[in-house]
């Protein structure tokens, strides 16, 4: 396909072709009108909002470019679980029509609201990601993100209506009947976390069923860090195009951003809605474009709960470089990972993604793995659980020559010197929605 068709044929497809190509002067121009409102929602409506921009000596008039941004301060996640429950929101109570929450892995949880307003645009930018990942009225879309205080669930439902598809609602789990249901619906999209999808794909194969027989074309995979071989595995083995699609509760929930399936080359941030910025995570200080450090959002249009500033903790880069498919919103380019993921080991930084990565690479293995942390003398070690593929051979030299294989692949790629244990097939916990990567039994051990 030529650029020119590739751009027409992503063009017909647009959710909203107007805004998604908007010259770059215009986008700004609306991002910096949009800004002075949410700074004046936030100061006049949110008490901790105002103690904040006091404590930095801002106020919401101080700002009158974009680059102004950068004097006011961050949020972060701590600002949520201290105002816990509704405590940042900026409406009253009765306004909100709704709430998701997560659960954090210490104390409380972050809870997020939004108003019909909020309902609505989080639709439109769901429905607008849905297209540009290949979704089109009409298709059946089979959604396995969880339903629940999850956003991915009831995100990308109502986005999918908006977009005039038809929502198989089925949530995570019950992998089996998932398939039938596919093959009998004849689904054309699947919307799931990559390692769900990964699951939902061994299933099938075990039934006996080829997905890439059936109908489907579209992955829709997020919520979670993925690798490239990833994608490139799950294309393989579900017969699809794998779009990439980001979003975190606290900013919107999934539709935050999402690549193109023309491209597949980074997710674009719709930037009528958000602002992105990304800073060094050590100094904070904002980084020129193209560098990677942390993802730092803050909402244009958000009314129950405006973000300003919010450090994501997400590690990626930004690339304001123009995409064959016509779209002009900068591209956040794939999160490799979140900066409470990232495990020194030794003085090695080391992402799963990068394990990920490594382990996909390499014949007889299948991609299910999860990284064991552990520590003894002070030292810490780590030790990859990994799958052997379910028609390799599995005799103890066979594991021993694996297990050696995989651990000089990893030194020499990531740089850290690792313990091995090749599984059999089916013994790593398959995911039913965001998979544990990582078992850190390092302060049970300490
Ligand atoms: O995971 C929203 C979502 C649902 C996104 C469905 C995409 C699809 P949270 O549960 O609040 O929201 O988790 C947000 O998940 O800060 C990232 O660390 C991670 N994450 C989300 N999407 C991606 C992605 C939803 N495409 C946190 N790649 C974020 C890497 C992702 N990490």
Redesign the pocket.
């Not at 997020?222 to 993925?226: D, V």
């Not at 990439?244 to 606290?250: A, K, M, P, R, V």
């Given at each position: 396909m030529s650029i020119a068709t590739a751009v027409e044929d992503a063009k017909a497809f647009m959710f909203d072709p107007d805004i998604e190509t908007m010259p770059r002067a215009q986008l700004a121009a609306l991002q910096l009108d949009r800004l002075k409102k949410t700074l004046a929602h936030a100061y006049a409506k949110v008490p901790a909002f105002r103690r904040k921009f006091d404590a930095a000596g801002v106020a919401p008039d101080d700002l009158r470019t974009l680059q102004d941004l950068a004097r006011f301060p961050f949020t972060v996640k701590t600002d949520l679980r201290d105002n816990y429950p509704f405590g940042l929101f900026a409406v009253p109570r009765e306004k909100v029509l709704r709430l998701h929450a997560?659960s954090g892995t210490t104390g409380k949880p972050t809870v997020v609201g939004y108003t019909r307003g909020d309902l609505d645009t989080w639709s439109e930018l769901m429905a607008r990601s849905l297209a540009s990942a290949g979704a089109e009225p009409g298709d059946i879309v089979h959604n396995g993100?969880g339903y629940g205080l999850?956003?991915?669930g009831l995100?990308?439902h109502y986005g999918a209506e908006r977009l005039g598809c038809t929502v198989v609602p089925v949530s995570g789990g019950g992998t089996e009947r998932q398939v039938t249901l596919m093959q009998d619906f004849a689904a054309d999209i699947l919307c799931a976390t990559p390692s769900y999808a990964l699951n939902i794909a061994e299933v099938a194969a075990g039934m006996g069923v080829d997905i890439r027989t059936l109908p489907l074309r579209f992955g829709v995979f997020?919520?979670?860090?993925?690798s490239e071989e990833m994608r490139r595995e799950l294309e393989a083995r579900l017969g699809i195009k794998a779009v990439?699609?980001?979003?975190?509760?606290?900013i919107l929930?999934?539709g935050v951003a999402c690549e193109c399936h023309v491209a597949q080359d980074g997710l674009h941030g719709w930037e009528d809605h958000f602002l992105f910025e990304v800073v060094d995570p050590e100094t904070l200080q904002p980084l020129p474009m193209g560098a990677t450090g942390e993802l730092v959002i803050t909402t244009l249009t958000k009314e129950a709960l405006p973000m300003i500033r919010y450090r994501?903790?997400?590690i990626t880069r930004l690339t304001d470089e123009p995409c064959v498919c016509g779209r002009t919103h900068t591209r956040i380019m794939r999160?490799t990972g979140?900066t409470d993921d990232m495990l020194i080991i030794r003085g090695v930084n080391v992402y799963p993604s990068q394990v990920e990565a490594v382990l996909i690479g390499l014949p007889d293995l299948a991609p299910h793995y999860q990284l064991v942390l552990t520590r003894k003398d002070a030292l810490d070690s780590i030790t990859v659980e990994v799958e052997l593929a379910a028609d390799a051979s599995c005799d103890e030299a066979s594991r021993a020559r694996k297990a050696g294989e995989v651990r000089h692949h990893i030194k020499s790629m990531i740089g850290v010197t690792c313990d091995i244990v090749i599984k059999s097939s089916g013994e790593v916990p398959r995911s039913q929605g965001k998979a544990i990567r990582v078992k850190d039994l390092r302060k049970i051990a300490s």
């Open positions: 997560s993100y999850f956003t991915g995100g990308a997020g919520a979670e860090p993925w990439d699609i980001y979003g975190l509760s606290e929930g999934p994501t903790r997400d999160v979140r």
